[in-house]
């Protein structure tokens, strides 16, 4: 599995995912940048996302909905605050209700992510969580965040796989 590390900080009030791969920062950046690539892997195996809208850009939003077994559809946002491809991206991470408009029930974390080549083909992403409060952190871990993200960051390395084979 491509997952290094998942470190919690009750202290800093973040969760901070760490993952490795065998593709360059460029390849790494096409994940978030491509809507089709994004989908194959922002929610884990059991909840897989579609994304419905994808303005990468500051300023811009990102919408998408998660598919559970039974069918029910929880759907999020990202609101874009810093593009720096292929290295570095910031976005305030919500949850909207079925209507569309921003459920604020849950807590919007904001996530970096930081794409960094490591040499020899080598590039390690991080995604960071910022929570607003301790209770935030408490609600959102308690709704398997913290599994849910590496489970959905797991799926990556049979994506760039697909990439090799098609170059055999």
Known sequence: ???????????????????DFAASPERV??????????ERWWGPPTYPATVTSHDLRPG???????????GDQPRGYWEVDEVQPPHRLTFRDGFLKDD?????DLP??????????RGNG?????????????DAMEQLLAMGMQ????????????????????KV
Not at 3 to 19: G, W, Y
Not at 29 to 38: G, T
Not at 100 to 104: A, D, I, L, M, R
Request: aromatic share 4%; net charge negative.
């Open 60 to 70: 811009g939003r990102v919408e998408y909905h998660m598919t559970g077994p039974s």
């Open 100 to 104: 569309g408009t921003v459920n604020s």
């Open 29 to 38: 950046w096409q994940l978030w940048a491509d809507p089709r690539q994004l």
């Open 122 to 134: 080598q590039t390690r992403m991080s995604i960071e969580s910022h929570f607003p409060s301790t």
């Open 147 to 166: 599994e849910g993200m590496r489970q959905a960051v797991g799926q990556i390395d049979a994506i760039l796989a697909e990439d090799l084979a098609a």
């Open 108 to 117: 919007t974390t904001v996530a970096l992510v930081t794409i960094e080549d």
């Open 1 to 19: 599995m491509t997952v290094t590390t998942v470190d919690k900080s009750a202290s800093a009030l973040s969760m901070t995912v760490v993952a």
